[in-house]
């Protein structure tokens, strides 16, 4: 059985830092691409971030978050991370990692986390 436990989220101020950490249990890092995705209030959740698994390497960001959102992994902590830097207030949303066992950009995802609290006020 696969989890995945998001945590780091919470209330920051608009132009703050923030570093989002993924814990994945059950199965090693390099069997999955990590993906993050958002769900903003009222909006369909949209996909942010992805890390291929090992053997691809590659990094795919939206477009809307592109120079402001790294996407990284640690195989040693089996954790994936989403640092996002001068965080506004449109980044205010439901974060969600996820596992997929394809490679790339995947489609589909095989495991979700239940998703944490990002707030940003003005």
């Known amino acids: 059985q696969v989890q995945l436990v998001e945590s780091g989220g919470g209330l920051v101020q608009a132009g703050d830092s923030l570093r989002l950490s993924c814990i994945v249990s059950g199965r090693t890092l390099i069997d999955y691409s990590m993906g993050w995705f958002r769900q903003a209030p009222g909006k369909e959740r949209e996909f942010v971030a992805v890390?291929?698994?090992?053997?691809?390497?590659?990094?795919y960001y939206a477009g809307s978050v592109k120079g402001r959102f790294t996407i990284s992994r640690d195989y040693a902590k089996n954790t994936v991370y989403l640092q996002i830097n001068s965080l506004k207030r449109e980044d205010t949303a439901v974060y969600y990692c996820a596992a997929s066992r394809n490679y790339g950009l995947p489609e589909k995802y095989d495991y979700w986390g239940q998703g944490i609290q990002v707030t940003v006020s003005s």
């Open positions: 890390l291929s698994r090992s053997g691809g390497g590659h990094l």
